[in-house]
Protein backbone atom coordinates (compact mmCIF):
# COMPACT_ATOMS: atom_id res chain seq x y z
CA UNK A 1 0.00 0.00 0.00
CA UNK A 2 1.36 3.41 -0.60
CA UNK A 3 0.21 6.30 0.93
CA UNK A 4 1.27 10.08 -0.80
CA UNK A 5 1.19 13.38 0.66
CA UNK A 6 -0.13 15.61 -1.98
CA UNK A 7 2.13 18.92 -2.72
CA UNK A 8 0.11 21.93 -3.59
CA UNK A 9 2.20 23.29 -6.03
CA UNK A 10 1.26 25.54 -8.88
CA UNK A 11 -1.99 24.35 -10.02
CA UNK A 12 -3.82 25.00 -6.43
CA UNK A 13 -2.32 28.28 -6.09
CA UNK A 14 -5.22 29.29 -8.18
CA UNK A 15 -7.01 29.20 -4.70
CA UNK A 16 -5.23 32.30 -3.60
CA UNK A 17 -6.49 31.38 -0.16
CA UNK A 18 -5.20 28.37 0.19
CA UNK A 19 -1.67 27.52 1.18
CA UNK A 20 0.77 24.79 0.42
CA UNK A 21 -0.25 22.19 2.08
CA UNK A 22 1.56 20.74 5.47
CA UNK A 23 2.11 18.06 7.52
CA UNK A 24 -0.64 17.68 9.90
CA UNK A 25 -0.23 17.02 13.70
CA UNK A 26 -2.64 15.39 15.19
CA UNK A 27 -3.87 13.83 11.75
CA UNK A 28 -3.23 10.36 12.55
CA UNK A 29 -6.45 9.17 13.05
CA UNK A 30 -7.61 10.29 9.66
CA UNK A 31 -4.43 8.64 8.09
CA UNK A 32 -5.25 5.36 9.35
CA UNK A 33 -9.00 5.36 8.49
CA UNK A 34 -8.03 6.17 4.93
CA UNK A 35 -5.94 3.06 5.44
CA UNK A 36 -8.02 0.73 6.58
CA UNK A 37 -11.01 2.02 4.25
CA UNK A 38 -9.33 2.54 0.74
CA UNK A 39 -10.46 -1.15 -0.41
CA UNK A 40 -13.57 -1.05 0.13
CA UNK A 41 -14.01 2.60 -1.71
CA UNK A 42 -12.49 1.45 -4.96
CA UNK A 43 -8.86 1.11 -4.08
CA UNK A 44 -7.72 4.90 -4.45
CA UNK A 45 -9.16 7.88 -2.28
CA UNK A 46 -8.32 11.66 -1.59
CA UNK A 47 -8.95 13.73 1.03
CA UNK A 48 -8.48 17.74 1.21
CA UNK A 49 -9.51 19.15 4.33
CA UNK A 50 -9.52 23.24 4.50
CA UNK A 51 -9.89 25.60 7.84
CA UNK A 52 -8.71 28.66 8.51
CA UNK A 53 -7.73 30.26 5.20
CA UNK A 54 -5.77 27.24 4.41
CA UNK A 55 -5.55 23.47 3.69
CA UNK A 56 -4.23 22.00 6.56
CA UNK A 57 -4.65 17.89 5.44
CA UNK A 58 -4.64 16.49 2.11
CA UNK A 59 -3.81 13.00 1.28
CA UNK A 60 -4.34 10.26 -1.41
CA UNK A 61 -4.12 6.73 -0.63
CA UNK A 62 -3.86 3.95 -3.80
CA UNK A 63 -4.17 0.42 -2.99
CA UNK A 64 -6.31 -0.41 -6.56
CA UNK A 65 -6.36 -4.08 -6.94
CA UNK A 66 -6.15 -5.98 -10.46
CA UNK A 67 -9.97 -6.86 -10.23
CA UNK A 68 -10.88 -2.86 -9.85
CA UNK A 69 -8.01 -1.85 -12.09
CA UNK A 70 -10.18 -3.94 -14.94
CA UNK A 71 -13.43 -2.94 -13.95
CA UNK A 72 -12.32 0.24 -14.36
CA UNK A 73 -10.72 -0.44 -17.73
CA UNK A 74 -14.50 -2.21 -18.84
CA UNK A 75 -16.26 1.18 -17.92
CA UNK A 76 -14.16 3.41 -19.48
CA UNK A 77 -14.48 1.19 -22.79
CA UNK A 78 -18.16 0.90 -22.77
CA UNK A 79 -18.29 4.79 -22.53
CA UNK A 80 -15.40 4.65 -25.63
CA UNK A 81 -13.10 7.06 -23.20
CA UNK A 82 -9.38 5.66 -21.70
CA UNK A 83 -9.23 4.32 -17.94
CA UNK A 84 -7.46 6.18 -15.40
CA UNK A 85 -5.59 3.66 -12.89
CA UNK A 86 -3.29 6.41 -11.84
CA UNK A 87 -3.11 7.90 -7.98
CA UNK A 88 -5.13 10.22 -7.18
CA UNK A 89 -4.19 13.93 -7.23
CA UNK A 90 -6.10 17.40 -7.18
CA UNK A 91 -6.17 17.83 -10.78
CA UNK A 92 -7.31 14.19 -11.24
CA UNK A 93 -10.66 14.68 -13.09
CA UNK A 94 -13.65 12.26 -12.97
CA UNK A 95 -17.91 12.52 -13.08
CA UNK A 96 -18.75 13.53 -9.77
CA UNK A 97 -22.88 11.91 -9.51
CA UNK A 98 -25.21 13.85 -7.88
CA UNK A 99 -22.57 16.00 -6.12
CA UNK A 100 -23.43 17.85 -9.07
CA UNK A 101 -26.68 18.90 -7.21
CA UNK A 102 -24.91 21.36 -5.43
CA UNK A 103 -23.32 23.03 -8.20
CA UNK A 104 -26.63 23.61 -9.66
CA UNK A 105 -28.78 24.52 -6.73
CA UNK A 106 -26.03 27.38 -7.02
CA UNK A 107 -26.50 28.19 -9.88
CA UNK A 108 -30.51 28.83 -9.80
CA UNK A 109 -30.14 31.00 -6.96
CA UNK A 110 -27.40 33.18 -8.55
CA UNK A 111 -30.99 34.35 -10.87
CA UNK A 112 -32.65 34.58 -7.13
CA UNK A 113 -29.96 36.96 -6.13
CA UNK A 114 -30.72 39.15 -9.06
CA UNK A 115 -33.91 38.52 -8.74
CA UNK A 116 -34.67 37.01 -12.15
CA UNK A 117 -36.68 34.48 -10.33
CA UNK A 118 -38.13 34.09 -7.56
CA UNK A 119 -38.28 30.84 -5.43
CA UNK A 120 -41.87 31.12 -5.12
CA UNK A 121 -42.32 31.01 -8.72
CA UNK A 122 -44.63 28.18 -10.06
CA UNK A 123 -42.89 26.12 -13.31
CA UNK A 124 -45.75 26.24 -15.12
CA UNK A 125 -45.37 30.08 -15.56
CA UNK A 126 -41.85 29.08 -17.75
CA UNK A 127 -42.96 25.83 -19.07
CA UNK A 128 -46.39 25.22 -20.06
CA UNK A 129 -46.08 21.23 -20.44
CA UNK A 130 -46.01 21.02 -16.96
CA UNK A 131 -49.16 22.87 -16.75
CA UNK A 132 -51.05 20.64 -19.29
CA UNK A 133 -49.99 17.76 -17.62
CA UNK A 134 -51.07 19.15 -13.52
CA UNK A 135 -47.77 19.84 -12.24
CA UNK A 136 -47.94 23.40 -13.44
CA UNK A 137 -47.90 24.51 -9.03
CA UNK A 138 -44.68 23.05 -8.88
CA UNK A 139 -42.73 26.08 -7.58
CA UNK A 140 -38.86 26.31 -7.73
CA UNK A 141 -38.58 25.87 -4.41
CA UNK A 142 -39.53 22.60 -4.35
CA UNK A 143 -37.40 21.58 -7.21
CA UNK A 144 -34.52 22.52 -5.92
CA UNK A 145 -35.78 20.33 -2.53
CA UNK A 146 -37.19 17.15 -4.04
CA UNK A 147 -40.81 18.49 -2.86
CA UNK A 148 -42.99 18.34 -6.58
CA UNK A 149 -44.73 15.49 -5.90
CA UNK A 150 -43.54 13.58 -9.32
CA UNK A 151 -42.37 10.24 -8.97
CA UNK A 152 -39.03 9.61 -11.10
CA UNK A 153 -38.58 6.04 -12.54
CA UNK A 154 -35.92 4.45 -10.13
CA UNK A 155 -32.01 5.72 -11.02
CA UNK A 156 -30.87 3.56 -14.06
CA UNK A 157 -34.47 4.08 -15.74
CA UNK A 158 -34.29 7.15 -15.42
CA UNK A 159 -30.48 7.05 -16.76
CA UNK A 160 -31.51 5.10 -19.62
CA UNK A 161 -34.12 7.60 -20.87
CA UNK A 162 -31.81 10.50 -20.56
CA UNK A 163 -29.06 9.46 -22.84
CA UNK A 164 -32.12 8.71 -25.24
CA UNK A 165 -32.91 12.49 -24.80
CA UNK A 166 -32.46 15.22 -27.42
CA UNK A 167 -33.27 18.75 -26.13
CA UNK A 168 -34.17 19.82 -22.71
CA UNK A 169 -38.02 20.36 -23.99
CA UNK A 170 -37.72 16.44 -24.46
CA UNK A 171 -36.76 16.19 -20.73
CA UNK A 172 -39.08 18.24 -19.81
CA UNK A 173 -41.87 16.14 -21.58
CA UNK A 174 -40.84 13.08 -20.36
CA UNK A 175 -40.81 14.90 -16.92
CA UNK A 176 -44.41 15.86 -17.22
CA UNK A 177 -45.57 12.46 -18.39
CA UNK A 178 -44.71 11.41 -14.72
CA UNK A 179 -46.88 10.57 -12.28
CA UNK A 180 -47.04 12.29 -8.70
CA UNK A 181 -47.17 10.10 -6.27
CA UNK A 182 -48.54 13.03 -3.51
CA UNK A 183 -49.16 16.93 -3.60
CA UNK A 184 -46.28 19.33 -4.20
CA UNK A 185 -44.99 19.54 -0.68
CA UNK A 186 -45.73 16.77 0.95
CA UNK A 187 -43.67 14.22 -0.23
CA UNK A 188 -39.86 14.06 -0.53
CA UNK A 189 -38.16 11.51 -3.13
CA UNK A 190 -34.87 12.49 -4.16
CA UNK A 191 -34.06 11.92 -7.47
CA UNK A 192 -33.91 14.22 -10.86
CA UNK A 193 -37.04 15.79 -11.95
CA UNK A 194 -37.14 18.80 -9.93
CA UNK A 195 -32.87 20.52 -10.76
CA UNK A 196 -34.65 18.89 -14.52
CA UNK A 197 -36.82 21.64 -14.22
CA UNK A 198 -35.38 24.32 -12.87
CA UNK A 199 -32.43 23.71 -15.02
CA UNK A 200 -35.19 24.33 -18.08
CA UNK A 201 -36.49 26.87 -16.41
CA UNK A 202 -33.11 28.95 -16.58
CA UNK A 203 -32.87 28.43 -20.09
CA UNK A 204 -36.48 29.50 -20.49
CA UNK A 205 -35.67 32.79 -18.97
CA UNK A 206 -31.59 33.39 -20.25
CA UNK A 207 -31.87 31.61 -24.08
CA UNK A 208 -29.12 30.17 -22.87
CA UNK A 209 -27.94 26.31 -22.48
CA UNK A 210 -27.44 25.31 -18.79
CA UNK A 211 -24.09 24.14 -19.50
CA UNK A 212 -23.01 28.10 -21.21
CA UNK A 213 -25.10 29.41 -17.64
CA UNK A 214 -22.76 27.29 -15.42
CA UNK A 215 -19.37 28.43 -17.39
CA UNK A 216 -20.60 32.08 -16.84
CA UNK A 217 -22.13 32.51 -13.10
CA UNK A 218 -20.02 29.62 -11.16
CA UNK A 219 -17.19 28.17 -13.15
CA UNK A 220 -15.92 31.80 -14.38
CA UNK A 221 -15.72 33.34 -10.88
CA UNK A 222 -14.70 30.60 -8.69
CA UNK A 223 -11.88 29.84 -11.51
CA UNK A 224 -13.03 25.98 -12.09
CA UNK A 225 -11.00 25.19 -15.31
CA UNK A 226 -12.31 21.72 -15.08
CA UNK A 227 -15.10 21.46 -13.92
CA UNK A 228 -18.47 21.68 -16.93
CA UNK A 229 -21.90 19.37 -17.23
CA UNK A 230 -20.42 17.79 -20.29
CA UNK A 231 -20.92 18.53 -24.43
CA UNK A 232 -24.23 16.23 -24.50
CA UNK A 233 -27.56 17.00 -26.35
CA UNK A 234 -29.06 17.93 -22.84
CA UNK A 235 -27.42 19.06 -19.61
CA UNK A 236 -28.08 16.57 -16.35
CA UNK A 237 -28.10 19.40 -13.83
CA UNK A 238 -28.77 16.52 -11.08
CA UNK A 239 -25.85 14.24 -11.53
CA UNK A 240 -24.05 15.05 -14.86
CA UNK A 241 -20.84 17.25 -13.59
CA UNK A 242 -17.05 16.01 -13.89
CA UNK A 243 -15.30 17.78 -11.35
CA UNK A 244 -11.46 18.02 -9.76
CA UNK A 245 -10.92 18.43 -5.98
CA UNK A 246 -8.87 21.32 -6.96
CA UNK A 247 -12.28 22.83 -8.68
CA UNK A 248 -14.68 21.32 -5.95
CA UNK A 249 -12.63 22.74 -2.62
CA UNK A 250 -12.88 26.11 -4.36
CA UNK A 251 -17.00 25.94 -4.55
CA UNK A 252 -16.65 24.68 -0.94
CA UNK A 253 -14.87 27.58 0.16
CA UNK A 254 -17.22 29.79 -1.15
CA UNK A 255 -19.82 28.23 0.65
CA UNK A 256 -18.24 28.29 3.71
CA UNK A 257 -17.47 31.77 3.18
CA UNK A 258 -20.55 32.72 3.20
CA UNK A 259 -21.01 33.40 -0.84
CA UNK A 260 -17.61 35.34 -1.05
CA UNK A 261 -14.64 33.84 -3.02
CA UNK A 262 -11.12 35.87 -3.63
CA UNK A 263 -13.08 39.20 -2.56
CA UNK A 264 -15.55 38.51 -5.18
CA UNK A 265 -19.27 37.55 -4.18
CA UNK A 266 -20.53 34.63 -6.28
CA UNK A 267 -23.80 34.27 -4.26
CA UNK A 268 -25.36 36.49 -1.44
CA UNK A 269 -24.91 35.49 2.28
CA UNK A 270 -28.92 35.04 2.33
CA UNK A 271 -29.08 32.51 -0.63
CA UNK A 272 -26.55 30.29 0.90
CA UNK A 273 -27.69 30.36 4.09
CA UNK A 274 -31.56 29.40 2.21
CA UNK A 275 -29.64 26.55 0.80
CA UNK A 276 -28.93 25.21 4.31
CA UNK A 277 -32.03 25.40 5.88
CA UNK A 278 -34.06 21.55 6.09
CA UNK A 279 -37.00 21.50 4.05
CA UNK A 280 -38.66 18.54 5.19
CA UNK A 281 -40.29 19.42 7.70
CA UNK A 282 -42.93 17.00 10.20
CA UNK A 283 -45.62 16.71 7.68
CA UNK A 284 -43.48 15.52 5.00
CA UNK A 285 -43.79 11.57 3.84
CA UNK A 286 -40.67 9.65 2.47
CA UNK A 287 -41.43 8.39 -0.77
CA UNK A 288 -37.14 7.87 -1.48
CA UNK A 289 -34.43 9.09 -0.01
CA UNK A 290 -30.86 6.77 -0.27
CA UNK A 291 -29.80 4.79 2.63
CA UNK A 292 -26.27 7.33 3.20
CA UNK A 293 -28.56 10.05 3.55
CA UNK A 294 -31.16 8.22 5.84
CA UNK A 295 -32.60 10.49 8.51
CA UNK A 296 -30.92 13.60 7.57
CA UNK A 297 -32.82 16.99 6.33
CA UNK A 298 -32.31 18.30 2.85
CA UNK A 299 -32.29 21.84 1.66
CA UNK A 300 -31.95 23.58 -2.24
CA UNK A 301 -28.79 20.99 -3.24
CA UNK A 302 -27.53 20.02 -0.52
CA UNK A 303 -28.09 17.28 2.60
CA UNK A 304 -28.57 18.98 6.15
CA UNK A 305 -26.64 16.81 8.36
CA UNK A 306 -26.53 16.38 12.26
CA UNK A 307 -23.40 15.92 14.18
CA UNK A 308 -22.05 12.21 13.83
CA UNK A 309 -23.73 10.39 16.55
CA UNK A 310 -26.23 13.10 16.92
CA UNK A 311 -29.12 10.31 16.34
CA UNK A 312 -32.15 10.69 13.94
CA UNK A 313 -32.58 13.92 12.71
CA UNK A 314 -36.00 13.56 11.87
CA UNK A 315 -36.85 13.06 15.55
CA UNK A 316 -35.70 17.00 16.29
CA UNK A 317 -37.34 19.59 15.55
CA UNK A 318 -36.96 20.90 12.22
CA UNK A 319 -34.94 17.68 11.18
CA UNK A 320 -31.90 19.18 13.35
CA UNK A 321 -30.36 17.62 16.03
CA UNK A 322 -27.38 18.08 18.74
CA UNK A 323 -27.15 22.03 17.99
CA UNK A 324 -25.01 21.54 15.29
CA UNK A 325 -25.02 21.03 11.75
CA UNK A 326 -22.79 20.41 8.37
CA UNK A 327 -24.20 20.62 4.86
CA UNK A 328 -22.95 18.18 1.84
CA UNK A 329 -24.34 16.21 -1.50
CA UNK A 330 -22.66 13.05 -1.48
CA UNK A 331 -22.74 11.04 -4.59
CA UNK A 332 -23.20 7.68 -6.37
CA UNK A 333 -19.64 7.40 -6.71
CA UNK A 334 -18.92 7.78 -2.88
CA UNK A 335 -17.38 11.35 -3.48
CA UNK A 336 -18.20 12.90 -0.28
CA UNK A 337 -17.98 17.05 0.32
CA UNK A 338 -18.94 19.08 3.38
CA UNK A 339 -18.64 22.55 5.04
CA UNK A 340 -19.58 22.29 8.66
CA UNK A 341 -20.02 25.94 9.76
CA UNK A 342 -19.77 25.01 13.28
CA UNK A 343 -16.04 24.05 13.37
CA UNK A 344 -15.15 26.49 9.95
CA UNK A 345 -13.66 24.28 7.72
CA UNK A 346 -14.82 22.13 4.72
CA UNK A 347 -13.14 18.77 3.06
CA UNK A 348 -13.93 16.51 0.37
CA UNK A 349 -13.24 13.22 -0.33
CA UNK A 350 -12.87 12.17 -3.64
CA UNK A 351 -13.49 8.27 -4.26
CA UNK A 352 -15.11 6.14 -7.18
CA UNK A 353 -16.57 2.70 -6.84
CA UNK A 354 -20.45 1.72 -6.82
CA UNK A 355 -21.36 -1.00 -4.20
CA UNK A 356 -24.73 0.28 -3.43
CA UNK A 357 -25.86 2.12 -0.08
CA UNK A 358 -24.31 -0.55 2.06
CA UNK A 359 -22.26 1.42 5.14
CA UNK A 360 -21.79 4.40 3.02
CA UNK A 361 -23.50 6.52 5.42
CA UNK A 362 -21.65 5.06 8.63
CA UNK A 363 -18.63 5.87 6.59
CA UNK A 364 -18.69 9.30 5.72
CA UNK A 365 -20.15 10.02 9.70
CA UNK A 366 -16.75 8.21 10.79
CA UNK A 367 -14.87 10.13 8.60
CA UNK A 368 -16.18 13.28 9.82
CA UNK A 369 -15.82 12.52 13.38
CA UNK A 370 -12.17 11.78 12.84
CA UNK A 371 -11.77 15.11 10.99
CA UNK A 372 -13.51 16.86 13.58
CA UNK A 373 -11.01 15.49 16.28
CA UNK A 374 -8.31 16.15 14.47
CA UNK A 375 -8.91 20.10 14.37
CA UNK A 376 -9.60 20.30 18.01
Known amino acids: MQMKKIVFLLVFMGLAVISRAQSAPGFAGVDDWLQQNVKEMGGRVL ?58 AALVMTFVDERKLDLSDTVGKYLPVLSLHGKGGITVRQCLSHLTGIKEPPLKESLKEMKNTGSMDDAIAAIAEMPMEGAPGTVFH ?135 IFVSSPGLFGSFPWVDNERGYCAFLMTFYISGDKGKQERYYALKQKVDAALR
Open 190 to 324: YSNAGLQIAGAILEKLSGKSFETLFAERIAGPLGLKDTDFGKGRVAWPAGGASSTPEDYMKFLVMILDKGIYRGVRVLSEKSVAEMQVNRIGSGVRIGYTPAEAAGTGYGYGEWVMGKPGAGDMGAAKDGMSGGG
Open 47 to 104: LVVYKGGKVVYSQSVDEMSRRQKMVNNYIARRQGKKANNEDYTLATRQPIASCSKWLS
